[in-house]
């Protein structure tokens, strides 16, 4: 029987890379497993200045879990592996994959666009027949439709749960997924390069199984990772409604717009005790230029009906969007004075692999882009950052300036840096 190691890296640059398990790779070897495939998932986060190799497994077939950011430390890994065990079979996936996957495959037997988990049983199924010849390159999977269908990922056949670090106010928190994809569009977000279309849920009876499942085995909080929870008010009414007698505590992503009244009531009384807004600018010139499909007057309305429900919010900022100047700068450092956000975070414009920005440089008049994608850090150690591009009317210094800007006024108007704010 062919055994299989999944395998996630560290990321050194950031203050803990280990908060929560590598759910993709999980998903994938819990639906390869069920259908009776040897899988064993190595999650190397929290690993620094050691050999990596030392601690994979020796396996038949390797799958590496890509981001741009950690990309150069992977082919380093790979390139030991082929010297050790030639025989071996290397699979590529995740984002930074997807996103390139003609420069990828030259280092790799087979890539895989998008969501793995049907993909991935179909390779191990001819490699298990001899028939490494049938199984293309580069591979593009068809976006699970039903969600419901999947397991739910096995974190403790192949997770030590201990080494996680996520919390809420102390308390332990499970990650879990209840949707994959997104309606919108923004030019900046690498979450398209996944070609995953339209927004997929799973159902809210789905959803309340698996909480509970993790909630006999002890857990009281938890984390919703969806890029929006709230795309559907009536399905999350209805998780807040089944999940309100539990009396667990948890947090969400959500578009400033979903947020209301009704619905921020409903998910207060369910136990949310903090919602992520990706508010990126609070100038209306450069939500336009994003793509972003929304207003200030929207975000700041939405955030402050999660305030009045009693929930905290952390707002994400982006700046050094192309077409950024010290006056949309300005209006959107400006804006934050009767802004009702607790906690924000500002990045700087990153050009992602696969994101318009990238694919269409000319179109947004970026000159340069950095092509070391270690440096494609958001935020790191002592908020570090990385500056990796150039338009034709500011760099990388520039930005770095406007970003002080965004994080001095944080401090004059009392809104914390993320993760130092009320909620834990």
Known sequence: MLKTVLVNLPVDDLEDDSMQPPIGLVSIATYAAMNDYEMEVCDLAGNRGIDLNSLIPKADVYGFSTYSVTYK???EVVDKIRLTDPQAYIIAGGPHASALPDKVKEDFDCVIVGEGEKV????LENLKNGRKDRIPGIIKAEPIKDLDSLPFPDYYRFCD???YSRCINGVPAMAIDTSRGCNFKCSFCNSIVFQRGTWRARSADNVVREIQLHYSNGWRAFRFNDDNFLVSQERAAKICEMITPLNISFRIFARAESLNDNICQKLREA???HISVGVESLSPRMLSLMGKASTVERIKSGLQAAKKAGISTRGFFICG???ETDETLDESVNSL???ALDEAIVYPCIPYPGT???TE???YGITWIEEDFSKYLQVGINKKAGFVMATDSFGPEKIDEWRNKYMEKFEQVGISWAGHGKIK
């Not at 991935?120 to 390779?123: M, P, S």
């Open 337 to 339: 004075e009767d802004i």
């Open 361 to 363: 440089r000319d179109k």
């Open 73 to 75: 430390k992977v082919l």
């Open 161 to 163: 749960l201990n080494k």
């Open 356 to 358: 318009p920005l990238y």
């Open 271 to 273: 136990g949310c005790e």
């Open 120 to 123: 991935f049983c179909e390779i």
């Open 321 to 323: 969007f192309p077409g």
